[in-house]
């Protein structure tokens, strides 16, 4: 079992930033690709971006530039810093990491954390 905790949301303002962390613990050995996703109101949730254990990233279109995806394997961290921010990025932001091992592949979910841009 995997277990993962989000931090880091709160309200801001257009342009602003904000760094969000998710942290992992239990058997974190069988992680493998690790991925935020949000879900707006009134939206289907999605996927924002995702790293491989080899560091291959991948960003939505609506993020690219804005966001930064990273990973630290020694601290079992995933983080997510968001700069300029948009109201369209207001949603629940959860942290999303999958076991391969297991057939099908285990899915683990954070329990989300708000983020609110003002404009």
């Known amino acids: 079992q995997v277990q993962l905790v989000e931090s880091g949301g709160g309200l801001v303002q257009t342009g602003g930033s904000l760094r969000l962390s998710c942290a992992a613990s239990g058997d974190i050995f069988r992680i493998g690709?690790?991925?935020w996703y949000r879900q707006g109101?009134?939206?289907q949730?999605?996927?924002v971006a995702s790293i491989t254990r080899t560091?291959?990233?991948y960003y939505a279109d609506s993020v690219k530039g804005r966001f930064t995806i990273s990973r630290d394997t020694a601290k079992n961290t995933l983080f997510l810093q968001m700069n300029s921010l948009k109201p369209e990025d207001t949603a629940v932001y959860y942290c999303?990491?999958?076991d391969p091992v297991t057939v099908p592949p285990q899915n683990y979910w954070g329990q989300g954390t708000q983020v609110?841009?003002?404009l």
């Open 116 to 118: 609110t841009v003002s």
């Open 96 to 98: 999303h990491a999958e």
């Open 33 to 35: 690709t690790m991925r």
């Open 45 to 47: 949730r999605e996927l």
């Open 41 to 43: 109101p009134g939206k």
């Open 55 to 57: 560091s291959r990233i």
